[in-house]
């Protein structure tokens, strides 16, 4: 099981043994503790829960808080399934660190994309616009016609301005640069979603 959450840390670059560069993305991940044990019988599906992260008892509802077991006041929880009948290797109260990990390895890695706001199709959705000539005047981002026929109501799924940004954005075949165990720090090749300081999943692919 290779699994680990950790916090984005900033973009970098680091160099190999040839001497080429290679952009890297700073992740300060774990350690983590395993919060709770699921099972088939019990549960209705198999996986191991984790905690990472502190946060203040006062923030944390008395539920949770009985629910860690005094193992810590972690600030976020996050589940690992288990596929098909696979056995879990961890018991409640262990820690999961980069150890985890080998340069090499290839990861997926997800995460809320940074939140844009209140955006345009143009931006949102790569719409060319309107013509700059031949007396438009206002028209050079607006969406156009979003076609009728439908007793005037709007398609469903239909591309228009909106909320843009905050999506959970999973990245796939990112390697593993580098590993520094002793600040626990993962560097993955590439660009990882989210501004400095999201919540990051990082798994095996």
Same mark, same amino acid.
């Given at each position: 099981m290779k699994f680990i959450l950790g916090k984005k $840390? +900033?973009?970098? $670059?680091i160099f190999d043994n040839d001497g080429r560069v290679i952009p890297v993305t700073v992740i300060s991940a774990g350690p983590i503790v395993v919060t709770q044990v699921k099972n088939e019988e019990k549960d209705g599906y198999g996986a191991v829960q984790f905690g990472f992260g502190q946060k203040k008892p006062k923030n944390i509802a008395k539920p $949770? *808080? %009985?629910?860690f077991k005094n193992l810590g006041n972690f600030?976020?929880?996050?589940?690992y399934r288990l596929a098909g009948k696979e056995e879990p290797k961890l018991a409640v109260g262990e820690k999961v660190d980069v150890s985890a990990f080998s340069v090499g390895d290839r990861v997926s890695v997800? &995460? *809320?994309s940074k939140g844009k706001g209140f955006q345009g199709v143009v931006k949102r959705h790569g719409f060319h616009g309107g013509p700059r000539t031949h007396g438009q005047k206002h028209s050079e981002r607006e969406p156009g016609s979003i076609g009728g026929g439908l007793r005037s109501r709007v398609p469903k799924g239909m591309r228009m301005a909106g909320r843009m %940004?905050?999506?959970r954005i999973t990245v796939k075949n990112l390697e593993? &640069?580098?590993?520094d165990q002793e +600040? +626990? *720090?993962l560097m993955i090749t590439g660009a990882v979603p989210g501004r400095r300081g999201t919540l990051v999943e990082?798994? &095996?692919s």
């Open positions: $840390q +900033n973009m970098s $670059q $949770q *808080l %009985g629910h600030g976020f929880v996050r589940e997800a &995460a *809320l %940004g905050g999506d593993v &640069a580098a590993i +600040n +626990n *720090l990082v798994r &095996a």
